[in-house]
């Protein structure tokens, strides 16, 4: 694997797709700081804390099956290691990872086509890690970071090299048979099943309220709708 590190860069995960062509499979994108770091549906991934994490992975695997997955399934790597330090993490369907309901962890997927055509993605990770609860409290929805759930501080590197070992152990598996090779981990880290929940599907669109069934073999949501009818989501915000 290759690391890539950066004082300070746009975004990650921007290098990561303008840069697609000549980098390697598997490279990994380190910065200290963002200055456009992003998150989903165009939010902004506050990113100027160079004690946190903000990676990006170039990976363009032979078999693009299963590269949706790819986003669970860093998710639940994260959570492993996130576990490791004596807290519980919980996913929130479908990759956000909270602990005591507040956001630690964020991960954004970006596919790359090539001839109209898949040919890999661009998956990147921000973890805080380190935070002063002033700062993390101006943050607009409810976050926290690793020192503040374990009153200690945390070492990046070794974070970071824990979590680059965790999500390669099963990289190929993964990459060969999809969301079925961790489903049973990731279901070990939600808590959100046979509750009322809320999809937004973006920012400021209608929050449909369901109750949550199962997570289907390939990462769906799977929920009951009001009239008693099934329902499969593919994508969006889960609030609950
Ligand atoms: C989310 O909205 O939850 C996803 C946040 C993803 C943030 C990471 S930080 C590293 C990489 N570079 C970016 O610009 N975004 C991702």
């Not at 200290?32 to 992975?57: A, M, P």
């Not at 929130?92 to 001839?115: A, T």
């Not at 009322?196 to 990462?219: C, F, L, S």
Request: net charge positive; charged share 25%; aromatic share 10%.
């Amino acid at each position: 694997m290759k690391i890539l590190k950066f004082n300070c860069i746009d975004s990650t995960n921007t290098y990561g797709k303008t840069n697609f062509d000549t980098l390697e499979d598997r490279t990994a994108i380190i910065a200290d700081e963002q200055t456009h770091g992003k998150g989903r549906f165009n939010r902004v991934w506050v990113s100027n804390n160079s004690s946190n994490i903000y990676l990006s992975l170039v990976l363009k695997p032979q078999n693009i099956t299963y590269i949706a997955n790819l986003t669970q399934y860093m998710s639940v790597a994260a959570a492993k290691v996130l576990s490791t330090y004596n807290v519980q993490p919980q996913i929130k369907w479908p990759n956000d990872v909270l602990i005591n309901n507040r956001k630690i962890c964020g991960i954004l997927s970006e596919g790359v086509l090539k001839n109209h055509k898949p040919s890999g993605v661009v998956l990147g990770i921000g973890i805080n890690l380190n935070y002063d609860p002033e700062t993390i409290n101006k943050i607009d929805r409810p976050a926290t970071s690793l020192n503040i759930e374990t009153g200690k501080n945390i070492n990046k590197e070794e974070f970071l090299q824990k979590l680059l070992n965790t999500f390669f152990e099963n990289y190929e598996n993964v990459i060969q048979k999809g969301f079925e090779t961790f489903k049973e981990d990731y279901l070990k880290y939600t808590d959100f099943l046979g509750k009322t929940v809320y999809i937004q599907q973006r920012d400021n669109d209608k929050k449909e309220q369901y109750i949550a069934k199962k997570i289907d073999n390939n990462g769906n949501l799977i929920v009951i709708d009001s009239q008693n009818k099934e329902k499969i989501i593919y994508s969006g915000d889960l609030i609950y």
